[in-house]
């Protein structure tokens, strides 16, 4: 098992002194088609920065808060941040000002780095963190610092990214995402995922805070190049225009940017040249949607299971897999989201963390190296989530003979009616089988016989009868929705991720 504890010295900042010592005039970082350093400069800056923070009174295993957009600094502030032995607390540059400053009080930073349109909402927010905008004056002092040449020794277990889940049912909470979890992550990623070469390029359309910048562990120890779209996020035809031109592209994305960059292709008649890599994650991928991907894209995708808790490394389900049309049983393949990285073990326990047999349905539980020592300042909440070592991760789901995991639901969502269980995963699979929906999500609505009943909603055109007659001929009638509300799109969080307790709150009123 791939795994760093306790005495292991290794920061993760070594990759990039590695990567520029033996390839110093490699292209390292972009913005757009335009080239803003090589791995060289990148190393220089990152130095600079590291010593600048020190003369700040920035230690070891201080936290040092990141808010800021997809830039080519970004990279710089990060890993100025490890080379100084601090913490960085990434945080989305879409969330408002007041929960940015939540976040960084929370995890007491001393600093933050901000962009300059995002530092405005900070000062609203009375945060009591100094800000260095990007940029700016602060910003150019630090370039200017002699390069600090050497990281901090760090050990496995100490600190490195401090990870504020979405709080979609409350206030966030800080994971603790030690170097030893994410090395392992990025070994699983070359093992499991995606072998990445100096040939290669990310480009980071999904936020930086998020998954998209933990990948950028393993491109920098390659030596790959680093894209940031000069519109600072994401847009199907600017995506699709750089793969053209960079080629051998790898990305990150949520599956609501696949579905958006292949109706954007279909639409132009793109079929995608230069895409090399599209790893999918965050959120369900219904099967009618990754079929159409593959039938416009090809082979390019892998779907990869994982929590903040345990950073993109519980499962993972290969380019073959997902492209694979030739088995029988192929459709309930790519259903699935794959197997166990190298690193976990994965179980599914009943209501007491018990192990079930294959193809029986509870908890999805994880053990190994990559999963979190606990949540930041937070002993209950770390009590709750880790049983005798296992993690559990509140979804629920089942695993096949050959070790392959389906993720259903989270175990806060699965429908209770009339004593039996709906997973509303299955009911949107169906529903979005229809060709004139485009969007579903189905929550449970207290009744009083039944206990609960199905509602969906539902973004297109397809009228209740239509509907009706879909789920009737193709799952058991109680799974069928009482109702369904159509709606111009569903409400999401910053990640892409559909808000069921907004639609909750909508079934209130």
Not at 379 to 399: I, V
């Amino acid at each position: 098992m791939v795994g760093f504890k306790g005495d292991v010295f290794m920061n993760l900042d070594h990759w990039l002194i590695r990567t520029a010592a033996a390839m110093p005039d490699w292209p390292a970082v972009f913005e757009g088609r335009d080239q803003i350093c090589d791995y060289a400069g990148l190393n220089a800056r990152a130095g600079a920065l590291a010593a600048w923070l020190i003369t700040q009174g920035v230690a070891p295993g201080d936290r040092v808060a990141i808010f800021m957009k997809n830039v080519p600094d970004y990279l710089v502030v990060l890993y100025g941040i490890w080379r100084c032995g601090a913490a960085a607390v990434p945080i989305n540059a879409k969330l408002h000002g007041r929960e940015a400053a939540f976040i960084i009080e929370d995890a007491g930073a001393k600093l933050v780095f901000a962009s300059p349109e995002l530092s405005q909402g900070l000062r609203e927010a009375d945060s009591a963190a100094q800000i260095v905008i990007i940029a700016e004056e602060d910003f150019e002092a630090a370039m200017a610092a002699p390069p600090m040449l050497n990281p901090v020794d760090r050990t496995a277990d100490d600190l490195a990214w401090l990870f504020y889940t979405s709080g979609t049912t409350g206030k966030p909470k800080g994971v603790i995402i030690t170097h030893g979890m994410l090395m392992s992550m990025a070994l699983c990623y070359e093992a499991d995922v995606d072998p990445v070469r100096a040939e290669d390029a990310t480009l980071y359309a999904a936020p930086m805070s998020h998954g998209a910048g933990l990948y950028a562990l393993m491109h920098v120890a390659k030596g790959a190049t680093h894209i940031c779209p000069a519109s600072g996020g994401f847009d199907p035809a600017e995506i699709l225009d750089l793969a053209a031109h960079f080629g051998s592209v790898h990305m990150f994305a949520a599956p609501t940017m696949v579905k958006r960059m292949t109706d954007f292709a279909k639409g132009a008649g793109l079929r995608g040249q230069g895409l090399r890599t599209v790893v999918y994650a965050g959120g369900p991928m219904y099967n009618a949607d990754i079929i159409e991907a593959v039938d416009q894209f090809g082979p390019v995708f892998v779907q990869i299971y994982g929590q903040g808790e345990c950073p993109m490394g519980i499962t993972a389900l290969s380019r073959a897999d997902v492209a694979d049309r030739s088995r029988a049983d192929w459709q309930k393949r790519l259903a699935s989201v794959g197997r166990a990285q190298s690193a976990v073990e994965i179980r599914i326990g009943d209501a007491g963390g018990q192990p079930l047999p294959s193809g029986a349905q509870g908890e999805i539980m994880v053990r190994g190296a990559t999963v979190m020592p606990g949540y930041w300042q937070n002993p209950e909440g770390s009590a709750k989530a880790l049983k005798d070592g296992w993690l559990m991760t509140g979804d629920m789901g089942f695993l096949d003979d050959q070790g392959y995991l389906t993720l259903q639901d989270r175990s806060k969502d699965v429908i209770i009616t009339g004593g039996s269980n709906v997973y509303p995963r299955e009911v949107e699979e169906v529903l979005l089988t229809h060709p004139m929906i485009s969007e579903a999500a189905v929550v449970g609505q207290p009744h009083a016989e039944w206990g609960e009943e199905v509602i969906a909603f539902v973004v297109g055109d397809a009228d209740a009868a239509a509907l009706d007659a879909l789920c009737l001929n193709e799952i058991a009638r109680f799974k069928r929705p009482k109702r369904y509300h159509h709606l111009t799109e569903l409400p999401k969080n910053n990640y892409g991720k559909v808000l069921k307790t907004e639609l909750r709150k909508m079934l209130e009123g």
